[in-house]
């Protein structure tokens, strides 16, 4: 998933760098990949608490509850 969204900002961003200022450009990208990242951080733990609450109310192993 961070790698998909990694190539599509890279695929966004090549056309344009030879426009504009490549470190403007350059910063542009890190921002939006920090933001990305943040993102999917932020997913992860949604998806292991959900895991945790799972496991919580059905009383099932690790491996069942992330099914």
Request: aromatic share 8%.
């Amino acid at each position: 998933m961070k790698t998909k969204a990694v190539f599509q900002l890279f695929a966004e961003l090549r056309s344009r760098i030879r426009e504009e200022d490549p470190l403007k450009t350059l910063e542009e990208l890190q921002n939006r990949f920090q933001e990305e990242e943040q993102s999917v951080e932020k997913q992860k733990r949604v998806y292991e608490d959900e895991i945790n609450i799972l496991k919580e109310i059905s009383n099932v192993s690790d491996d069942e509850a992330k099914f």
